[in-house]
């Protein structure tokens, strides 16, 4: 599939922003993959669930998911969006500490979770400095302390990308509090359990 045709196919799931196939730098032929760029995280989550698992005129079943930073490009690739993601987070003392979280899931994944959730401010995923990988954990910031706690009944334990959000009230050190959650862990920020 060229450019153009990627392109026409994800526009049904939203507004496509940009489309690269990636080819081998020998033979000049595609790889057989390619990245999709959509307009917003809404629209990128429509298009996993439209396409994903979809079989191709070829026969070939398609993957679509959120891309994984290749292995030793993570400082590049990760590097401005990340900066970009501790600028972006709005702070409040009414937040909770997301633990449990996949490798892949982002700051605008976390927020796109808890987007029906009243008072949300902002949602932030942690990640390290010297590799930019996901440590597994992120806060999520509300209004009030009413709109943190409906949210923490509301979402603790709901999926998200495959593993169940453990959720607690997080204390303005950066720690979380025992007990928010319906799970009774406490997981403290820098151990998360780590995904499968």
């Not at 060229?2 to 994800?10: A, G, K, Q, R």
């Not at 959730?117 to 440590?135: F, H």
């Not at 959000?165 to 303005?172: C, E, F, G, K």
Request: glycine residues 12%.
């Amino acid at each position: 599939m060229t450019p153009s045709n990627l392109s026409d196919v994800f526009s049904e799931a939203g507004t496509v922003t940009s489309v690269e196939v990636v080819y081998d730098r020998v033979t000049d032929r595609s790889r057989g993959f390619a990245f999709v760029t959509l307009a917003s995280a809404d629209e990128a989550w429509a298009a996993i669930r439209m396409f994903d698992g979809s079989v191709t005129t070829g026969g070939r079943t398609v993957k679509v998911n959120f891309p994984e930073v290749p292995r030793g490009g993570e400082r590049e690739v990760m590097g401005p969006r990340l900066r970009e993601a501790r600028r972006g987070f709005v702070d409040s003392p009414h937040k909770l500490y997301a633990g449990n979280l996949s490798w892949v899931v982002s700051s605008d994944a976390l927020r796109a979770a808890f987007a029906g959730c009243a008072g949300l401010l902002s949602a932030k995923v942690v990640y390290e400095r010297d590799t930019a990988r996901s440590r597994g954990y992120g806060f999520v910031s509300f209004a009030s302390a009413e709109d943190a706690q409906s949210a923490l009944s509301a979402m603790d334990g709901v999926e998200l990308e495959g593993r169940p959000l453990r959720l607690n009230v997080a204390m303005n050190n950066g720690s979380a509090r025992a007990g928010g959650g319906s799970s009774g862990e406490l997981e403290a920020a820098g151990t998360p359990t780590a995904p499968p």
